[in-house]
């Protein structure tokens, strides 16, 4: 196990009715900006819990970060932000909205366009800011991660925020209200974020390990008797604190990591507008079959203690594991092949482009450059 340090600081508020406690979360004498997406925190009374919360803080509302959050929009929020003096951040809704605010906390003290925050990959200084999460999916709710998209340049980008939220406030009871492929979406992010940080060598700890593959064996559980019951309260409890536990640094501590799959799946977003965990039902499955030799050890581990695979020689196991996995994302609904996109060579020859452009080599072995993404996508059609 490598060195490390974990702190994350974030208070997790957790359960039914915690909207109310926002009054005690929120400084009293906060100047406050609340953000939105595009509405569905109205029709679902989440909108109207935050405002009783809210009755005796002073605050202003941005409305409007859209999924896959634009710089475009969140200069407008800056602008605003800026002129009120703002120095706390409330955001309400899903990833995109709090992913967006990140910006927002970072852009309100950085001298020059925000744009470049993202560039640099470092949010070096950030206001304040909570959420209110609606969507369990992407763990922004408890890491530094914020992915920002250019309409203008058609890329799509993460940054690290300088802070983690203060606080987040997670009511399973939200969740009642969402499309069921959104949950489908929410259920593919989660798993996909644990495999990213679990697919790379064995033996590099034993706790990573069982934690990871808890974590994936609880959304494979819980994945299809959600898909039934949208509405069970427990069921959603389970799958927004595993959202969460994947990518709040809990899994990854001293190990290492490969976050291909992410990285072709925001190209496959910024060039074609495909849903980020659609986007990785498309690619994980062939990031898998073409790196099968170099993971060959924790691909067998995997087929055995997740998906508990006995028969056959490892290298069927290891297949089998693939296809389960497919299988699964296809369960939900998702589609799993780029072609079913109408995504072909073209696309291929940028993503291949624009990382061997940029020097990118991803992966535990830095070896997932431009000419292997592509091989990856082949792998994917
Ligand atoms: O905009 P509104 O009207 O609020 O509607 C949203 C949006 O249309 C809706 N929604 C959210 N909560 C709802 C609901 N509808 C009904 N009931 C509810 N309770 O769902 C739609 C999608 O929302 P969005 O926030 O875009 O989804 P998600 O949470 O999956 O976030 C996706 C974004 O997060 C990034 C992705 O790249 C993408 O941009 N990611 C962020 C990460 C992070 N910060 O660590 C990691 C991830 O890997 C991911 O890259
Ligand atoms: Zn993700």
């Known amino acids: 196990m490598n060195n490390f340090v974990f702190h994350n600081p974030t208070k997790l508020v957790f359960g039914s009715g915690q909207i109310s406690k926002l009054s005690e979360l929120i400084p009293e004498n906060a100047r406050l900006m609340v953000t ?23 605050y202003i509302e941005f409305w409007g970060i859209e999924p896959n959050p634009t710089v475009e ?52 200084k950030s206001i304040p800011y909570g959420s209110v999460m609606t969507l369990p999916a992407t763990g922004s709710e408890m890491n530094r991660n914020s992915v920002i998209s250019n309409k203008e340049t058609r890329e799509k980008a993460a940054f690290i925020s300088s802070r983690y939220p203060d606080f ?14 959104q949950i489908a979406c929410g259920l593919t992010d989660t798993f996909v974020h644990v495999v990213e940080q679990y697919m790379t ?27 039934e019951n949208p509405r069970d309260y427990d069921l959603m409890a389970d799958f927004m604190l595993s959202a969460t536990l994947a990518l709040n640094d809990m899994i990854r501590m001293g190990i290492s990591q490969d976050w291909s799959t992410h990285m ?17 039902a498309m690619v994980l499955p062939g990031t898998l079959r073409t790196l099968k030799k170099q993971k060959f050890p924790k691909l067998l581990q995997y087929s055995e203690r997740v998906f508990e695979i006995t028969n056959g020689t490892p290298d069927e196991r290891i297949d ?15 589609s799993t092949r780029i072609s079913e996109a109408d995504i072909g060579v073209e696309t291929m020859d940028i993503i291949a482009g624009r990382f061997n452009k940029a020097g990118v080599a991803y992966g535990e072995n830095s070896n997932v450059t431009g000419d292997v993404a592509r091989r990856i996508l082949m792998n994917c059609l």
């Open 36 to 58: 939105f997406g595009r509405g569905s925190v109205k029709s679902n009374g989440v909108y109207d819990q935050v405002s009783t919360a809210l009755k005796d803080h002073s």
């Open 73 to 124: 929009t969140l200069r407008k929020a800056i602008i605003q932000a800026r002129e009120e003096n703002i120095d706390f951040l409330l955001a309400v809704g899903g990833g995109s909205v709090l992913d967006g605010t990140k910006l927002i906390a970072a852009g309100i003290v950085f001298e020059g366009d925000s744009w470049q925050i993202v560039l640099n990959r470092d949010g070096e």
């Open 168 to 181: 987040s406030i997670l009511d399973p009871e939200v969740t009642f209200s969402l499309p069921p492929y």
């Open 201 to 227: 060598t064995t033996g590099q700890s034993r706790i990573m390990d069982r934690w990871a593959e808890g974590i994936m064996q609880t959304i494979l559980e819980v994945g299809p008797m959600i898909m």
């Open 264 to 280: 072709i799946g925001h190209e496959l977003t910024a060039l074609h507008g495909i849903t980020h965990a659609e986007s990785l």
């Open 320 to 334: 089998q594991a693939i296809s389960k996995t497919e299988q699964f994302f296809r369960s939900l609904g998702l």
